[in-house]
């Protein structure tokens, strides 16, 4: 069964930083895509990062340069690091697996996730 789990959400003021981990079990993880995602309350879920199965990574604009994403793949374990947190990057953070092994562009993967987290929580303060 597989099963994700994140970890390292917390609150932080704003240009704070955060690392994001996600844990992958019962899956095969080295050759999927995996992404990071977000949903403020009243929003919508968006994708924020993705990285493929060979490293690529894709951004959203809104975090472009003040996040990255990276994978440890002999771990199963996806990461987060936020820098420079704003406000408006609070919000619930889920990490999902994509069937493919391929990001597209604005922090998504190429298809629909798969396998969804139960989220962690990043409140960012002024």
């Known amino acids: 069964q597989t099963q994700l789990a994140e970890s390292g959400g917390g609150s932080v003021q704003a240009g704070g930083s955060l690392r994001l981990t996600c844990s992958a079990s019962g899956y095969v993880y080295s050759r999927k895509c995996m992404g990071w995602f977000r949903q403020a309350p009243g929003k919508e879920r968006e994708g924020v990062a993705s990285?493929?199965?060979?490293?690529?990574?894709s951004y959203a604009d809104s975090v472009n340069g003040r996040f990255t994403i990276s994978r440890d793949n002999a771990k199963g374990i996806l990461y987060l690091q936020m820098n420079r947190l704003k406000p408006e990057d609070t919000a619930m953070y889920y990490c999902?697996?994509?069937?493919?092994?391929?990001?597209?562009?604005?922090?998504?993967?190429?298809?629909?996730?798969?396998?969804w987290g139960q989220g962690t929580q990043v409140s960012v303060s002024t």
């Open positions: 999902a697996t994509d069937p493919g092994g391929v990001p597209s562009s604005g922090g998504y993967c190429s298809h629909a996730p798969e396998y």
């Open positions: 990285i493929g199965s060979d490293g690529t990574a």
